[in-house]
């Protein structure tokens, strides 16, 4: 049997399982998602969202992408901040890094790496913004995992500066948006203590008059 064989037997006997504890699993899915979180993480294959937090198909809208990155430019990832907004009226958005984030390792580097080079261009900058501070940190691990926690800050940020948390925040809408990060060594989150639910918690430079 090859490996997409076995995934395909894995996926029968999982629907099968699910019908067995619960006859009306599929119907429920098929008909309606109303999550509450938008979780933005890494594509990072030892992070799956829905596990780590215990929560069930349909209860978390997800978005991945290298090293949990939100750019004003990435049309991707804000289609999917503004459907989770302003279509499914999720109450919270998470931002997750994690230790040992390869994508912030590769930021830390010089050697090119070839188009990606332009996506770590985004974590480079966290690291110039904060270079005394990581640079004061001589264990170059504890300073990889320092880098991933200000970038998730950095991202956190990020989404609150977009017109589609700003305008939810304008017509009353109750949207929080945390910063959290992963330990692969333990399997536990860690709360940043980023929780942000209202415009006036962001700089002014970059609140919007509407």
């Known amino acids: 049997m090859t490996l997409l064989d076995e995934c395909f037997a894995a996926n029968r006997r999982w629907a099968a399982q699910t019908v067995a ?6 119907n429920r899915l098929v008909n309606l998602q109303s999550p509450d979180l938008l979780w933005i993480g890494c594509s990072d294959s030892r992070l799956p969202p ?3 937090i215990g929560r069930a198909p349909g209860e978390v809208f997800v978005h991945r992408n290298v090293a949990n990155l ?5 049309v991707n990832c804000l289609s999917v901040l503004q459907y989770a907004v302003e279509v499914l009226h999720v109450k919270h958005v998470i931002v997750c890094g994690h230790y040992g984030c ?3 390792r590769a930021a830390m580097s010089t050697q090119p ?5 332009n996506w770590l261009r985004h974590i480079r900058d ?3 913004w904060n270079r005394e501070e990581l640079a004061a940190i001589q264990d ?10 200000l970038n998730v800050e950095a991202q956190v940020a990020n989404v609150c500066h977009t017109t589609i948390v700003q305008d939810a925040w304008r017509r009353g809408a109750t949207l929080t948006v945390h910063g959290w990060i992963y330990s692969l060594r333990d399997g536990l989150l860690r709360d940043l203590g980023m929780v942000i639910e209202h415009p006036d918690q962001i700089p002014p430079e970059y609140r919007l008059v509407f």
């Open 50 to 52: 829905n596990e780590i």
């Open 113 to 117: 790496l070839g188009l990606i080079d």
């Open 70 to 74: 939100v750019e004003h430019t990435d």
């Open 21 to 26: 504890e619960d006859p009306n699993f599929f």
């Open 102 to 104: 390869g994508g912030v």
């Open 140 to 149: 170059p691990e504890l300073r990889l995992d320092r880098l991933a926690e």
């Open 126 to 128: 966290v690291h110039l």
